[in-house]
């Protein structure tokens, strides 16, 4: 389940001790799952579940996300997607398009697809927004703070997260290749990094595992690493401690397995020599 926080997007995975993984972020909305895959024909739920103590309303819409080389998600403006982008937009359906959620009260939303006939094999992807509507009321009580000009200013954070729903047509494969890896420092402290590519008409999705050879207990462990068919490689970029860090420069052994609930099979490994 992803747990909203006041950003948008997905948040670099985190690592701390032997376990990264993925968050999105918005509030006290938990939403599952947080990966949609659609074949042609059937249609999935998404269950909403509002953990806070007050009623909440959500507006649900449809975006189109293009991955960048760095892993990162750019929002595409409608004017700009292209058609294969555009026919996603057309064929994903889903309701409602608006939630109030009680506190503690599930509401599911159906999703499906309606694929036209003669659609070219591929994978077609948009993603869902999970927007909150702020509350009016609690916006107008919000106390205005004047600005130095004389003009009142009253800030409402508006809540939102995205999940992305992706419909495959035809006979599709893909696969992946780990690159070259390294720890790096930042500002915000040291990440180990790699660069993970992709072959194939669809997308890679799956789980990274390191680990120093002849050890079994794994020293970072990130969740939910995609590569979409827009690029063709990326690099991944996982924060860790210190401590992780250190252990994690010299001779390891890194693991791009198949998500766990489709059985977990080895997608690439491969051996490196982190600096």
Known sequence: MFRFLKAFGLLTAAAFSAAAVPVHAAGDLLVAPTRVILDGS?????????IGSEPATYRISLEIKRMTAAGGLDEIAEENVTPAERAALDMIVFSPRRVTLPPNQPQVVRVG???PEGTPPGEYRAHMLFRAVPDAAAANATEAKPA????SIALTPIYGITIPVIVRVGDLGAEAAIGDAWVSEGTDGPAFNFDLSRSGNRSVYGDIEVTRPGVAEPLLVARGIAVYPEVAARTVSLRVPDEVAAKLKGPVRIRYSEDREIGGGTIDEAERVVK
């Open 148 to 151: 130095s000009t004389g003009v």
């Open 42 to 50: 059937r249609g999935t739920e998404v269950v909403l579940n509002n």
């Open 113 to 115: 697809v309606r694929v």
